[in-house]
């Protein structure tokens, strides 16, 4: 039986992009990478998010079961649009206002999902690596 020797490094081909490629010694993970990106960003897409959410609901429900007009509530349309920052940051404001909220809104659910996914996943390795025999 002959051995062959493995090519030499000017022979092999690339690894694939889709290959895991090794940890260094002292990188961290993916997973951990991605989930202090998600805490670090956390904060700051909170809070925008929360005015949204909940002056679009005051809005809906103080219009449909308070019988505030549409000039009462215009207010709130003003914080859920992000028209208040105009005087800071000039006419683009309620567009970029809303891009960055959707934006921080999409990365959250992706990398909290994903973050969730991976958790359930290893989870369910740990238990199926302590059934067997014996």
């Given at each position: 039986m002959a051995h062959s020797n493995p090519p030499p490094e000017a022979e092999r081909a690339p690894p694939s992009p889709?290959?895991?490629?090794?940890?260094?010694?002292?990188?961290?993970?993916?997973?951990?990478?991605?989930?202090?990106?998600?805490?670090?960003?956390?904060?700051?897409?909170?809070?925008?998010?929360?005015?949204?959410?909940?002056?679009?609901?005051?809005?809906?429900?103080?219009?449909?079961?308070?019988?505030?007009?549409?000039?009462?509530?215009?207010?709130?349309?003003?914080l859920h649009e992000g028209e208040w920052l105009k005087p800071w940051l000039g006419s683009g404001a309620e567009t970029l206002y809303v891009l960055l909220n959707g934006l921080g809104l999409l990365w959250m659910l992706g990398s909290g999902g994903w973050l969730a996914w991976d958790r359930w996943r290893r989870s369910g390795q740990q238990r199926g690596a302590g059934k067997g025999g014996a």
């Amino acid at each position: 039986m002959a051995h062959s020797n493995p090519p030499p490094e000017a022979e092999r081909a690339p690894p694939s992009p889709w290959q895991r490629r090794p940890l260094q010694p002292g990188e961290p993970s993916l997973a951990l990478r991605l989930r202090q990106a998600h805490a670090n960003l956390a904060p700051l897409v909170l809070a925008p998010l929360l005015i949204t959410v909940s002056s679009g609901v005051a809005y809906r429900l103080l219009r449909d079961w308070g019988g505030w007009g549409r000039d009462r509530a215009h207010g709130l349309m003003v914080l859920h649009e992000g028209e208040w920052l105009k005087p800071w940051l000039g006419s683009g404001a309620e567009t970029l206002y809303v891009l960055l909220n959707g934006l921080g809104l999409l990365w959250m659910l992706g990398s909290g999902g994903w973050l969730a996914w991976d958790r359930w996943r290893r989870s369910g390795q740990q238990r199926g690596a302590g059934k067997g025999g014996a």
